[in-house]
């Protein structure tokens, strides 16, 4: 059982490009988030889709949207880029019927530098 | 608005002995804290949770402590291992916004044989 997958692995873009990355959730999640982590801090919530919309958004402006598609995977876009968009983006699957307390899988991250 | 504080400083201990991390949280009431584990390059791996009505949650090393008077939860690995050696990350919960996660910076661990 495959979990949560990311790709790609790591991405070198400029100033103003537009970015897009994908998340494929784990078998069986219908339900997956999106996270930024620069160096040395702790994930911050991007937002979060479940059946094919945004349900929640955390402080991120515009530039920064989603889509899921129907077999739940998700893409991450980013436009206009600045070079404090540089982090790990980190994509997250959980099954929506588990409540709040049910336990979000993380993939291993996109690394994403802004030159 | 919300704030998580972990220790910024990081803990460097003996093989054997036992770690103690520290999450504060203010402004915040959370129904729920998770514990998460982060290697280096890697995505969070879920520990532990513990739900506002209860003081202390164990899992096997591992044990979480939840005081909502002083807003505070504790993470103790007992018998630490070098192989224990990572980021330690807090989030505390609320029962509304399913699944929304505030993570603290992290307390980096460091385990020595």
């Known amino acids: 059982d495959a979990g949560v997958t990311q790709s790609p692995t790591h991405l070198i873009k400029t100033r103003g490009q537009q970015v897009t990355l994908r998340c494929s959730p784990k078998s069986g999640h219908d339900t997956v988030s999106w996270y930024q982590q620069a160096l040395g801090q702790g994930p911050q919530f991007i937002f979060q889709y479940y059946e094919e919309e945004e349900r929640q958004r955390g402080n991120f402006p515009d530039r920064f949207s989603g889509h899921q598609f129907p077999n739940y995977s998700s893409e991450l876009n980013v436009n206009a880029l600045l070079l404090g968009d540089s982090a790990l983006y980190l994509c997250a699957s959980s099954l929506r019927v588990g409540g709040s307390t049910d336990t979000q899988y993380f993939g291993p991250g996109t690394r994403l530098t802004v030159l | 608005s919300q704030k998580i504080e972990q220790n910024s400083e990081a803990l460097n201990i003996q093989e054997g002995k036992t770690a103690t991390l520290t999450c504060n949280y203010t402004?915040?009431?959370?129904?729920?804290l998770q514990w998460y584990r982060q290697d280096p390059g890697r995505g969070p791996v879920f520990l532990l949770l513990?739900?506002?009505?209860?003081k202390e949650k164990r899992k096997e090393r591992l044990k979480v402590t939840f005081d909502t008077t002083l807003k505070q939860s504790l993470f103790h690995i007992t018998a630490s291992q070098p192989a224990d050696s990572a980021t330690y990350l807090c989030?505390?919960?609320?029962?509304?916004?399913?699944?929304?996660?505030?993570f603290g910076a992290g307390t980096r661990l460091a385990v020595h044989p």
């Open positions: 513990i739900r506002e009505n209860e």
């Open positions: 989030a505390p919960l609320s029962s509304g916004g399913y699944n929304k996660l505030i």
């Open positions: 402004n915040y009431s959370p129904a729920y």
